[in-house]
């Protein structure tokens, strides 16, 4: 069970285990799924149309895109940035999980509502997203620059990129976005979280006793879900978010084609619908996702198996 579940006396875990199992499934996801994530930037940070038919554009489509990067810059590129991506994760599952139990255990003891509604799911979710972002924000932005530089690098490691951005940008660098990013991940989060709930009771609906898979598939399958849901639905605000995050970085991306800069997120999403039409709010929709559904996926598995895992122990103690 994710959040405070009063129902299950006997498996509630620790702070510190929920903290533990956060950041385990977020270091074990980004790592499977940086590769995607790599692809999604580049989709969302091209100005050009994602198609064969326009000869300017770079990338066009999830294959090609992964073997034109995989033959210019070799496949380390796809896990371009992937040390501040891993303290974002790990940082972003403590953070998010642990805020989430927190919550969830507050609406109960308030004796508000029961916990395990949709409602509840959605604005706990929400807020523990929220908290997360604004903790680990600062490593998203390095993570989104090392993965949007072409060749030659601009930045040669994390200190160079900190101490690059602060002196030439100042330190409000470190949370261009953020507006976009807490507008968006509020509903993304809540919805993540609301419909992982509500999916496992329609999996446990639909599904026959005598036909239902283990705990670990069902909770693989409803993260999917959940993925695909949410992340259709706030879709455009991530694709301002990463816009705006390479601003002031437009050198380095000379090389995948034109650059624009942007005074805002209402400037961003006057140019983008101006420049690229409605469909440029979806651009990268594609391997996002792919993504979503996977990350997902793997966050619930890995945080409920961890979770399990910590029950178990106890119960051998015992």
């Not at 489509?61 to 380390?76: F, Y």
């Not at 978010?241 to 999403?269: H, M, N, P, S």
Request: proline fraction near 4%; aromatic fraction near 12%; include cysteine.
């Amino acid at each position: 069970m994710v959040g405070y579940d009063p129902k299950e006396d006997g498996r509630i875990n620790s702070k510190f285990e929920v903290a533990v199992a956060g950041s385990v499934s977020g270091l074990i996801t980004r790592a499977l799924i940086s590769p995607l994530d790599v692809i999604k930037i580049r989709f969302q940070l091209q100005v050009e149309r994602l198609s064969r038919s326009d000869p300017n554009a770079k990338y066009h489509g999830i294959l090609q895109a992964g073997r034109q990067i995989l033959q210019e810059e070799g496949p380390t590129a796809f896990w371009k940035g992937h040390i501040p991506a891993q303290l974002l994760s790990i940082g972003y599952g403590t953070v998010q999980f642990l805020s989430f139990e927190l919550l969830t255990e507050l609406v109960h003891r308030a004796n508000l509502y029961n916990t395990r509604e949709f409602s509840v799911h959605f604005v706990c979710g929400g807020l523990s997203a929220c908290a997360a972002t604004l903790a680990v924000h600062p490593v998203d932005v390095l993570r989104t620059r090392f993965a949007a530089q072409g060749e030659p690098r601009v930045y040669k490691t994390l200190q160079d990129a900190v101490v690059t951005m602060y002196r030439t940008e100042g330190p409000l660098v470190f949370y261009k976005g953020l507006t976009p990013t807490l507008i968006a991940i509020f509903p993304y989060a809540g919805l993540q979280f609301s419909c992982y709930n509500s999916l496992k009771h329609v999996y446990e609906w639909v599904m026959p006793a005598n036909r239902k898979h283990s705990e670990n598939i069902k909770n693989l399958l409803c993260g999917c879900g959940a993925g695909v849901i949410s992340k259709t639905l706030t879709y455009p605000l991530d694709l301002f978010k990463k816009r705006l995050q390479v601003g002031g970085f437009e050198q380095a991306r000379a090389a995948f084609g034109q650059v624009r800069r942007y005074r805002g997120l209402l400037d961003c999403t006057k140019q983008v619908l101006q420049e690229e039409g409605a469909q440029g709010f979806f651009k990268g929709l594609s391997p996002s996702l792919l993504k979503a559904a996977l990350s997902t996926g793997f966050v619930f598995f890995w945080y409920e198996l961890v979770c399990n895992f910590f029950h178990c122990l106890k119960r051998t103690d015992s």
